[in-house]
């Protein structure tokens, strides 16, 4: 039986990845695929180029830590609020690009450091407004010793991240996500965004709930331009 087994996996036929490129992604532009299939096509696409997609993006990371302004000021920032001998700060080092399975672009965990979601991360720019956001988190973690399980805490967070990183500015919502409107853009993108996350935290009842925490924190945070001086872009 042992040998069997054996002999079936080494038998087994490795993924054709033509058939995933065109045939599976013709069937999704047609709409004749199942909503399943949308997923298996995708999920696949995912672990083709795992390898790839990480590489790329943590080239960016780099990158971005030498040349872009954001994430040059976000680093400096964060440095000023550490011990001063490195052990509290944001490098390339505690930055991990991985393969991930839900939706999300990224997260902050204050013991680890930030995750990049790299298969989620298709354009140059996404990743550093990526990058931006959970660097935001970070700085506020370490200014305002917030309780991350605390729900409005975590909807403040969101709300300046969202607000302050370039995620929600106009023609990334426009070409990106089909938002046209013109006016209160800023605001109902960031809304809408600090909404969808505090509704994905453990303790949050639904999306009522979690809109509901948004409002109460809105005024106070969305204000709150700390450490720039304005809205950065």
């Known amino acids: 039986m042992a040998e069997a087994s054996s002999k079936t996996e080494t038998n087994k036929p490795e993924i054709d990845r033509s058939f995933y490129t065109w045939s599976s992604f013709f069937s999704i532009l047609t709409g004749s695929a199942s909503e399943q299939e949308r997923k298996t096509y995708f999920h696949t696409q995912d672990v083709l180029n795992e390898e ?74 996404h990743l550093e407004d990526t990058l931006a956001h959970e660097m935001i988190h970070a700085w506020d973690w370490m200014r305002f010793k917030l309780d991350l399980n605390d729900l409005r805490h975590a909807a403040c967070m969101e709300i300046r991240a969202s607000t302050l990183s370039g995620e929600c500015r106009f023609w990334r919502e426009f070409w990106h996500r089909g938002q046209y409107k013109l006016t209160q853009q800023l605001q109902e993108c960031v809304r809408r965004r600090a909404t969808l996350s505090v509704a994905a935290r453990d303790g949050c009842k639904d999306q009522a709930h979690a809109a509901s925490v948004v409002n109460e924190v809105w005024d106070s945070c969305f204000r709150d331009t700390r450490p720039f001086d304005r809205i950065y872009r």
Not at 89 to 115: M, S, W
């Open 52 to 125: 790839k997609d990480c590489k790329r993006c943590e080239a960016d990371v780099e990158h971005f830590f030498k040349a872009s302004p954001i994430i040059r000021f976000m680093k400096h920032n964060i440095d000023l609020l550490g011990p001063g001998d490195g052990s509290a700060t944001i490098t390339p080092k505690n930055i991990f690009c991985r393969r991930c399975e839900n939706q999300a672009g990224g997260g902050f965990d204050p013991e680890y450091g930030i995750l990049i979601c790299a298969n989620h991360i298709k354009q140059r720019d």
